[in-house]
């Protein structure tokens, strides 16, 4: 079966919903790699909620393991309650950069490489928890994606100083 996929901010606590985006409100599928491209709708409207405003993101499977403690998983835990439908799109030049604060590094949109004109958005790759459980998900073994659920996320046209550039070279072939 497919996996499908909620865009989450959290807070501080990292367990509780604070928004959630819905990715068929912007006519984008749920699954993982139907919306997760440079230039999708769903994805530039979640944007614009963290646009130089670092937040705990985290995009939710609902084959994700349950958060410590709890029964139920992040994409459990988004309710109607939680639900945000951004009404403005961030251009590529907005969200040049894809910032983690908690690890102190980033990724230059603009370097995500090509196939076929289609390039892999790496917000949603980075933040995602339950990969590799459902149809629809990033395939390729990497180590990488996943790696920044929950962390401190936000884009910016601008280049943070004095953190590190993390090459993102991930394709479907």
């Known amino acids: 079966m497919g996996q499908y996929y909620k865009a989450a901010i959290l807070s501080s606590n990292k367990k509780t919903v604070k928004s959630h985006v819905f990715s068929w409100d912007f006519g984008s599928g749920m699954k993982l790699m139907e919306h997760s491209w440079i230039e999708n709708p769903f994805v530039k409207s979640f944007e614009s909620l963290i646009h130089n405003n670092p937040q705990h993101v985290v ?42 604060h908690t690890k102190k590094c980033f990724v ?31 395939r390729n073994d990497d180590k990488i994606v996943g790696s920044w659920a929950r962390d401190l996320i936000s884009v910016s046209s601008d280049k943070p100083e004095g953190f590190t550039e993390v090459k993102f070279n991930l394709t479907e072939q």
């Open 59 to 100: 995009w939710a499977g609902d084959y994700a393991d349950h958060c410590k403690g709890l029964k139920s998983n992040v994409y459990d835990r988004c309710t109607d309650k939680t639900k945000v439908t951004p009404e403005r799109e961030l251009s590529l030049l907005d969200s040049l950069y894809v910032i983690n």
């Open 108 to 138: 230059d949109k603009t370097k995500v490489p090509s196939v076929d004109g289609w390039r892999i958005h790496p917000l949603p790759l980075l933040t995602c928890e339950g990969n590799g459980r459902g149809g629809g998900d990033y």
